[in-house]
Protein backbone atom coordinates (compact mmCIF):
# COMPACT_ATOMS: atom_id res chain seq x y z
CA UNK A 1 0.00 0.00 0.00
CA UNK A 2 1.77 3.11 -0.90
CA UNK A 3 1.16 6.31 0.98
CA UNK A 4 0.02 9.57 -0.33
CA UNK A 5 -2.62 12.15 -0.82
CA UNK A 6 -6.25 11.95 -2.78
CA UNK A 7 -9.13 9.90 -2.74
CA UNK A 8 -7.86 6.42 -4.48
CA UNK A 9 -5.33 6.82 -1.72
CA UNK A 10 -7.64 7.18 1.03
CA UNK A 11 -10.03 4.35 -0.18
CA UNK A 12 -6.98 1.95 -0.65
CA UNK A 13 -6.66 2.17 2.99
CA UNK A 14 -10.18 2.04 4.05
CA UNK A 15 -10.55 -0.99 2.11
CA UNK A 16 -7.27 -2.31 3.20
CA UNK A 17 -8.38 -1.54 7.01
CA UNK A 18 -11.80 -2.56 6.56
CA UNK A 19 -10.82 -5.99 5.60
CA UNK A 20 -8.48 -6.32 8.33
CA UNK A 21 -11.42 -5.78 10.43
CA UNK A 22 -13.95 -8.17 9.89
CA UNK A 23 -15.54 -6.24 7.11
CA UNK A 24 -17.39 -4.26 9.49
CA UNK A 25 -17.94 -0.60 8.29
CA UNK A 26 -18.92 0.98 11.51
CA UNK A 27 -15.95 -0.86 12.83
CA UNK A 28 -13.76 0.68 10.24
CA UNK A 29 -14.78 3.92 10.42
CA UNK A 30 -14.65 4.60 14.12
CA UNK A 31 -11.59 3.33 13.92
CA UNK A 32 -9.91 5.49 11.43
CA UNK A 33 -12.04 8.37 13.13
CA UNK A 34 -10.05 7.94 16.22
CA UNK A 35 -6.96 7.85 14.65
CA UNK A 36 -7.57 11.64 12.82
CA UNK A 37 -8.79 12.76 16.15
CA UNK A 38 -5.31 11.87 17.69
CA UNK A 39 -3.77 13.23 15.20
CA UNK A 40 -5.17 16.30 15.71
CA UNK A 41 -5.30 16.11 19.44
CA UNK A 42 -1.57 15.63 19.17
CA UNK A 43 -0.93 18.52 16.67
CA UNK A 44 -2.62 21.22 18.79
CA UNK A 45 -0.62 19.88 21.87
CA UNK A 46 -3.81 18.55 24.11
CA UNK A 47 -2.26 17.47 27.27
CA UNK A 48 -2.85 13.82 28.27
CA UNK A 49 -5.61 14.61 30.46
CA UNK A 50 -7.62 16.86 28.61
CA UNK A 51 -11.16 15.42 28.27
CA UNK A 52 -11.20 15.15 24.36
CA UNK A 53 -9.04 12.54 24.82
CA UNK A 54 -11.73 9.97 26.21
CA UNK A 55 -13.62 10.34 22.70
CA UNK A 56 -10.19 8.35 21.51
CA UNK A 57 -11.01 5.30 23.99
CA UNK A 58 -8.47 7.10 27.07
CA UNK A 59 -9.06 7.34 30.64
CA UNK A 60 -10.94 10.07 31.93
CA UNK A 61 -9.45 12.85 34.36
CA UNK A 62 -10.14 10.15 37.37
CA UNK A 63 -8.40 7.48 35.82
CA UNK A 64 -11.29 5.37 34.68
CA UNK A 65 -11.76 3.58 30.81
CA UNK A 66 -13.82 5.17 28.81
CA UNK A 67 -17.07 2.47 28.40
CA UNK A 68 -18.24 1.15 25.32
Known amino acids: MRLGGG ?3 WNELFESVY ?3 GADGRVTADFLGAGMLIN ?3 ALG ?3 DH ?3 VACG ?3 RSGTERSG
Open 7 to 9: PAH
Open 19 to 21: LRL
Open 40 to 42: VLL
Open 46 to 48: FPP
Open 51 to 53: PLW
Open 58 to 60: GRD
